[in-house]
C-alpha cells in the first residue's frame, strides 16, 4: 500500500531560532518574507508580488520547519499538504483537493482574523512533474488547478497567500511552475556544514540529561554528511542507549553508538524519551 503522509496543519508556532545552522537559507527567506509583507509600497512601486518559494535540497535538512517558521514570521495561518497524498487520487479528485487548500486558508485566514496564509506542499514534485512525453496525465488536472489558483492570487486582497513548497528534484518540475509569477524565488536547503550539525545538535539535547563529559563538537565531527533528521536521531537513539544502560545521563559512547547505528539506517523500537 502507498503510504500517504498528512503534514498536520495545526498551528505553527515554529520560530526561525528553533532551525539549526541553515543561516543563509534562513537569511533569504527572511529577507524574501520581509520584502513580501511591504505590500503598499510593492503596489505604489508595481512590483510584481512573491507568489512561491521553492524550497530545494536533500531530505530531512529543515524544508518543512521553515515553512513553518515562516508563517510564524509573518503571523500567517499555515495550510500544508503534501504531493503523496495525491498518488492514486482518481481525475478530478487532486484538483479538487488543490481548491480546498486555498478555500481552507482563505477561511481559517477570516476566522483568526490574520491577513496572510501561507500553503505549503511538501514533496510538489509528485503533482508538479515535468508534463512531456503523455506521462502523468492524471495529475495534468492537479497541476493546473495548482496554476490556475497563483494565478489568481492577488496581494492587494486580505488574506494575502503565500504558496511554499518544497522538492529535492528540482529538476523534474515542470518549467510552468518555474515562470515569473509563479515559484520564482528558490532556497537552496542544504546539507548542514559541522557549525549547523553542531546547532541542531545542540538543539535537540535541550531537553535530553547529557554527562559533562560529553563534546557535541566531537559529534558534529563525526556526523559529517547527516542531516538535521539523522542528527535528531543520533540524539534520540544516544538517549535510548542511556536508559537501556539505567545510566541518569546520555555519555560520550552512546552518542558514538547512535552515530554509528543511524549511519547503518537501522531503526530501533521507538522510545519516547520525553
Ligand atoms: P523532507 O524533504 O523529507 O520532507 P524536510 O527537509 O522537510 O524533509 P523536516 O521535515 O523539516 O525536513 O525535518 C524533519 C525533522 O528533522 C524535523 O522535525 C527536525 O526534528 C529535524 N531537523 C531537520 N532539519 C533541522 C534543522 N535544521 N534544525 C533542527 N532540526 C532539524
Known amino acids: 500500500a502507498q503510504e500517504r503522509k498528512r503534514k498536520k496543519a495545526g498551528p505553527a ?15 533569504e527567506l527572511q529577507e524574501a518574507l520581509d ?11 508595481g512590483i510584481r508580488p512573491i507568489k512561491g518559494i521553492l524550497l530545494t535540497g536533500p531530505p530531512g535538512t529543515g524544508k518543512t520547519l521553515m515553512a513553518k517558521a515562516a508563517a510564524h514570521y509573518t503571523n500567517s495561518v499555515f495550510v500544508a499538504a503534501s504531493g503523496s497524498e495525491f498518488v492514486e487520487m482518481y ?14 486558508a482563505r477561511t481559517r485566514a477570516a476566522k483568526e482574523n490574520k491577513d496572510n496564509a501561507i500553503i505549503f506542499i511538501d514533496e510538489i514534485d509528485v503533482i508538479g512533474g515535468k508534463r512531456e512525453g503523455g506521462q502523468q496525465r492524471e495529475y ?28 529535492n528534484r528540482k529538476e523534474m518540475l515542470d518549467s510552468a ?16 556544514d559541522k557549525k549547523g550539525r553542531m546547532h541542531i545538535l545542540e538543539l535537540h539535547a535541550n531537553n535530553k540529561p547529557l554527562h559533562d563529559s560529553v563534546s557535541l563538537e566531537k559529534v558534529a565531527e563525526e556526523s559529517f554528511g547527516f542531516s ?15 536508559m537501556r544502560e539505567s545510566k541518569k545521563e546520555i555519555e560520550q559512547r552512546h552518542l558514538s553508538m547512535a552515530i554509528d547505528k543511524v549511519m547503518l539506517g537501522e531503526r530501533t523500537d521507538r522510545v519516547s524519551t520525553e
Open 140 to 167: 495534468d488536472q492537479t497541476l493546473n488547478q495548482l496554476l490556475t489558483e497563483m494565478d489568481g492570487i492577488y496581494s492587494t486582497e486580505a488574506p494575502r497567500i503565500l504558496l511554499m513548497a518544497a522538492t
Open 228 to 242: 538535521g533528521a539523522q542528527l535528531e536521531s543520533v540524539m534520540n537513539e544516544a538517549a535510548i542507549y542511556a
Open 91 to 104: 481525475v478530478g479528485v487532486g484538483a479538487g483537493r488543490i481548491r480546498e487548500l486555498f478555500k481552507e
Open 13 to 27: 508556532k515554529l520560530t526561525f531560532e528553533e532551525i539549526g545552522g541553515q543561516e543563509s537559507a534562513k537569511q
Open 177 to 192: 511552475l518555474l515562470r515569473p509569477g509563479r515559484f520564482d524565488r528558490h532556497i537552496q536547503v542544504d546539507l548542514p
Open 35 to 45: 520584502f513580501m509583507v511591504r505590500h503598499e509600497e510593492i503596489k505604489q512601486f
